[in-house]
């Protein structure tokens, strides 16, 4: 539709933010985001950017615009399957404790700090 466009819908659903203090407190939450091939791949991060998000991480084989879906088997987020490569993406960032007294591991492991 445009970029005339793109930049009225973030403008309003970024009006529609319940509580600006509570974003501005967690803006260093990772997020891995997939439009599942549809039609968010640029907005949604964007509008999360605009929020003062940081941390947003794609599922790049989602991330083009394909009416055929793959490599899901259904494009339905509410079937397991087709969040997979997002659980994927998730699980294989790095990480510390949950003190943050263990240094970034991958999955199954933890690598002193």
Do not use: W
């Not at 309003?12 to 549809?38: Q, W």
């Not at 941390?55 to 009416?67: E, K, L, T």
């Amino acid at each position: 539709m445009g970029a005339e466009i793109d930049e009225l819908y973030l403008r309003d659903i970024l009006s529609l933010t319940l509580s600006p203090e509570a974003v501005a407190r967690h803006t260093g939450l990772e997020i891995v985001y997939t439009p599942l091939h549809g039609c968010g791949v640029r907005l949604v991060p964007e509008a999360l950017r605009r929020l003062g998000m940081k941390n947003i991480y794609h599922v790049p084989a989602q991330d083009v615009s394909d009416g055929d879906f793959p490599p899901v088997v259904s494009p339905n987020p509410e079937e397991p399957a087709a969040m997979k490569m997002a659980i994927e993406r998730a699980e294989d960032r790095p990480r510390c404790g949950p003190h943050g007294n263990r240094g970034p591991g991958r999955r199954g492991q933890d690598s002193p700090a």
